[in-house]
Nanobody, 124 residues
């Protein structure tokens, strides 16, 4: 299983922006579907966005459509999650996950590799 690691979390005011980065040190994400999940305190983990290994097709949770953008930089072997117009409801621990399968329906069971998480805090 490829090992992934997140970076770029932090604290921002409501309406602000952050970019999260998912990397696979010593390996490659080129042949993987990569997704972002998040978990707020006391809540279940939810899928945020995904980019498929097939043609880089993307998928977004309804709650982030139009505000978040997932992209893959194949040259740098990373996947980004650009988050704009953040609100306090976006606060949580954001996880990067990788899968060898093409499915991109934000089901955590499809993903075998998980990072440690990056904290995103949005203050009102």
């Amino acid at each position: 299983q490829v090992k992934v690691a997140e970076s770029g979390g932090g604290e921002v005011q409501s309406g602000g922006s952050l970019t999260l980065t998912c990397a696979a040190p010593g390996s490659t994400l080129f042949y993987h579907t990569v997704a972002w999940f998040r978990q707020a305190p006391g809540k279940a983990r939810e899928g945020v966005s995904c980019i498929s290994v097939i043609d880089d097709k993307t998928n977004y949770a309804d709650s982030v459509k139009g505000r978040f953008t997932i992209s893959r930089d194949k040259g740098k072997n990373v996947v980004f999650l650009q988050m704009n117009h953040l609100n306090p409801g976006d606060t949580g621990l954001y996880y990067c996950a990788a899968s060898i399968w093409e499915q991109c329906d934000l089901n955590p069971k499809d993903f075998g590799s998980w990072g440690q998480g990056a904290q995103v805090t949005v203050s009102s």
